[in-house]
């Protein structure tokens, strides 16, 4: 069974501009969380969708959307860029609920000038 | 506000040694927590969990002990080998439907 695939791997972008980071979740799994990952913060939950809905959400400011497909692939836009967005962006998918046993993806590395 | 924490940003063991990494939380609605291990430039990979009903479970050379009256989790690896080395983050869920982790602690194990 194939893994969770995150596109694109790296992503260079500049103060103010938006970018959209997609994830492919285990072909079954219904569930879709985001994760922001910085130096020192952990792994920081940005929000879950569940068929095609957002279920949960984390302390992120508006700027930081997502959506989820029928097919449950999804996607995060990041409108307005700042330097401090510079993260590693990790999408796990799990069967039914974040809480289960998640399988990552290798992230989406965005680097903000 | 940290509500699972790990104090110790690295650690160094030597092979064949125990390893032996630590999580506090402070929310006593927790009753479900996770370790996971991450290599660079790939994503963290699930490796072991207890529930609020046991205080130890083992698999392999991997064992989390769970302190519930201490609000204190660890993992045992033992004997720990150079292909552990990576950074493990534990993570709490209970109360609400989110999985929230800690910062993470940075293995070392050198021959």
């Known amino acids: 069974k194939a893994g969770v695939t995150q596109t694109p791997r790296y992503l260079i972008k500049t103060r103010g501009q938006q970018v959209t980071l997609s994830c492919s979740p285990i072909?079954?799994?219904?569930?879709v969380s985001w994760y922001q990952q910085t130096p020192g913060q952990g792994l920081q939950f940005l929000f879950e969708y569940f068929s095609e809905t957002q279920r949960n959400k984390g302390n992120f400011p508006g700027r930081f959307s997502g959506r989820q497909f029928s097919n449950s692939r999804s996607e995060m836009n990041v409108s307005t860029l700042e330097l401090g967005d510079s993260a590693l962006y990790l999408c796990a998918s799990s069967l039914w609920r974040s809480t289960d046993t998640q399988y990552f993806g290798p992230g989406t590395r965005l680097t903000v000038l | 506000d940290q509500q699972v924490k790990q104090n110790s940003p690295s650690l160094s063991v030597q092979e064949g040694r125990i390893s032996i990494l630590n999580c506090d939380y402070t929310?006593?609605?927790?009753?479900?927590f996770l370790w996971y291990k991450k290599y660079p430039a790939e994503g963290p990979t699930f490796l072991i969990s207890?529930?609020?009903?046991?205080d130890k479970n083992e698999d392999g050379r991997f064992t989390v002990f769970l302190n519930k009256s201490a609000k204190h989790l660890s993992l045992h690896i033992v004997p720990s080998q150079p292909g552990d080395s990576a950074v493990y983050f534990c993570a709490a869920s209970g109360g609400t439907d989110k999985l929230i982790f800690g910062t993470g602690t940075r293995l070392q194990v050198f021959p």
């Open positions: 207890i529930s609020s009903i046991k």
């Open positions: 072909s079954g799994h219904r569930s």
């Open positions: 929310n006593s609605m927790f009753d479900y």
